[in-house]
């Protein structure tokens, strides 16, 4: 196998997922192959990602990044969860925690607990948001690393919002360290090999040719390999997930400190409110359907805190995933790969699966088949669960005051999601799969956010008496307010761990 070993590899893009792509791969590689990377400063980046999942720690982990200095230098503030403002009626609030809803006993998921309280007229379904420590902590300003013990401080996760134009440099210096060789370029042309169609080489603008065994297309939009070159097609999820455009502008921090993303649902869309130490990230994504450009940016900058940092950015897309993520000698991450609307803050997520999938199902140079199938199957199956997580968002509305609403809410939805809704609506359960992205504390906090509440709680509740269930309940809701009240402000906790020149005060 040695001397059929990936012998170059070009990365074709140095947005957010080249520079992912290129530190995590020159780590693991360990300088047995030579790593180009590709950019063009006049095409520039997308820049706007600068909300993301727990799942980034341990990215940063393996790359061995220390928590304190990436913060710093990304100008990053923690992140609870994330919070819906009238999604499925006007006047709604409840956040999507990282973490649990109470906590399981006997096995037994905690809403089922309190579902038949709520059956016994004794609390309210909605109240159950009040027993979970990263939603108190979020709404109370406050934060700490979770314990590493079983205590109710344990039970939560957590992860960053940060600057995305300063984590790609970041990750740069990191790459370049291990043997990355940046090539700034614009590319104009890609040849392909005769006999089997793989991508030869690249052409740049002023005529140098690049070649190398295995590409990787981090080209954004686009997809200059992938598509452009080797016509891999688009399956188009718009009429799902219809939002097409958004529009980005930062401005300045006036409220305290918070650890969560609020996303307030709007007209012809939603709006993302993303608190970094220096400002707080803004965007309305919305449905050229049903919205002018011009509307969309007057309803952004008539709801933001502060004072505008800079003019409002506009951005198209199409929400959709290639038809293989991996074709011949080309692999696809982020953008170039497809694109699902940022309302889970998930597509940073999908490139390090990728890069994980890539390096688990690492190729030769004979390119095995059977492991490009592997990898786009995971690949379909992590963008499919994320977009029924996304979609029923949308669906699980009872809005109808506008023609978007009207649309999510009696739209067909795909056969995935329709089958996963129909079972917690019988008995509060969820589909359960073990790997990949939004378990089951997720689609409780989504389901029963977005007032779907099951016809019937687990059946095993029944085995305690009712006075055991209450007093269950009434224990972790206590624990939990307990815990809350120890923990620190979050702008302590930055302002101490990792604050900034001008950080706030706590
Ligand atoms: C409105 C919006 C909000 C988002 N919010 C979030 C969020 O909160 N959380 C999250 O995880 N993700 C979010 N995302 C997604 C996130 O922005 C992207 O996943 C991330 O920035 C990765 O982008 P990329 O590197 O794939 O592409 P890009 O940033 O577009 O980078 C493309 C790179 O390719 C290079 N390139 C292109 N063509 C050529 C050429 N011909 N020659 C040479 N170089 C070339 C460019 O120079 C650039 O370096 C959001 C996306 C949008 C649109």
Redesign the pocket.
């Known amino acids: 196998v040695a001397d059929n070993a990936i012998r170059t590899i070009v990365i ?7 520079w992912m792509a290129a530190a995590a791969i020159a780590h693991k590689l360990n300088r047995r192959c030579a790593i180009r990377l ?3 400063a006049e ?10 999942v727990p799942h980034i720690r341990s990215f940063n982990n393996t790359l061995g990044f220390d928590e304190a200095d990436f913060m710093r230098s990304t100008n990053a503030t923690f992140k609870l969860g994330i919070e819906f403002v009238n999604w499925a009626r006007i006047g709604d609030a409840y956040i999507h925690p990282f973490g649990e809803l109470g906590r399981r006993l006997n096995g037994v998921d905690f809403h089922h607990y309190w579902h038949k309280l709520c059956e016994l007229g004794e609390r309210d379904q909605q109240d159950i948001f009040d027993v979970s420590l990263p939603i108190l902590a979020a709404k109370q300003g406050k934060f700490a690393i979770p314990a590493a013990d079983n205590s109710v401080l344990s039970t939560f996760g957590y992860a960053y919002h940060f600057d ?1 134009t300063l984590y790609a440099p970041y990750l740069r210096k990191f790459a370049e360290a291990r043997g990355v060789v940046r090539i700034e ?3 104009v042309d890609a040849a392909l090999r005769g006999d089997d169609g793989f991508i030869e080489s690249v052409t740049l603008e002023n005529s140098e040719k690049i070649s190398a065994d295995l590409f990787i297309d ?5 997809g ?1 390999l992938i598509e452009q070159a080797l016509k891999t097609g688009y399956h188009d999820w718009r009429h799902w997930l219809p939002c097409d455009r ?1 529009v ?1 502008a930062p401005c300045e921090t006036t409220e305290m400190s918070v650890a969560y993303t609020r996303s307030t649902a709007r007209e012809a869309g939603w709006q993302w409110r ?1 608190p970094l130490q220096h400002r707080v990230g803004n ?1 309305y ?1 919305y449905c050229s359907e049903f919205i002018r450009d011009d509307e969309a940016a007057a309803t952004l900058t008539a709801n933001l805190e502060g004072t505008l940092q800079a003019e409002p950015r506009f ?1 198209r ?1 199409v929400t959709g995933l290639r038809k293989k993520s991996w074709n011949r000698n080309c692999v696809a ?4 790969g497809g694109f699902l609307e ?1 309302l889970e ?5 999908l ?1 390090q699966a990728a890069i994980t999938n890539l390096l688990d199902l690492f190729p030769t140079r004979g390119f095995d088949e059977a492991d490009i199938d592997e990898f786009n199957r995971v690949m379909a199956l992590e963008y499919e669960r994320v977009r029924d997580f996304i979609v029923l968002h949308y669906h699980a509305t009872e809005r109808d005051d506008a023609p978007l609403w009207n649309h999510v809410r009696t739209m067909a939805i795909p056969d995935s999601l329709q089958y996963k809704m129909d079972v917690f609506r019988d008995h509060g359960h969820v589909v359960k799969y073990k790997d990949g992205m939004f378990l089951e504390t997720s689609w409780h906090a989504v389901y029963l956010g977005q007032r779907i509440v099951p016809r019937h709680y687990d059946p095993l509740v029944d085995t305690l008496k009712t006075d055991d269930v209450r007093r269950y309940v009434d224990e972790v809701r206590a624990l939990v307010h307990r815990g809350v009240a120890a923990m620190p402000s979050h702008g302590s906790f930055i302002a101490r761990h990792c604050g900034i020149a001008a950080a706030q005060a706590p």
């Open positions: 074709v893009g140095g947005g957010t997922a080249g590709i950019e063009s095409i520039g980046i997308v820049g706007v990602g600068e909300a993301t995305a370029g614009k590319i981090c080209s954004g939009f686009r200059l958004a980005a993303i965007g994504v951005l897309f991450m982020g953008l170039a940022p803050s998930t597509s940073i997520y490139i």
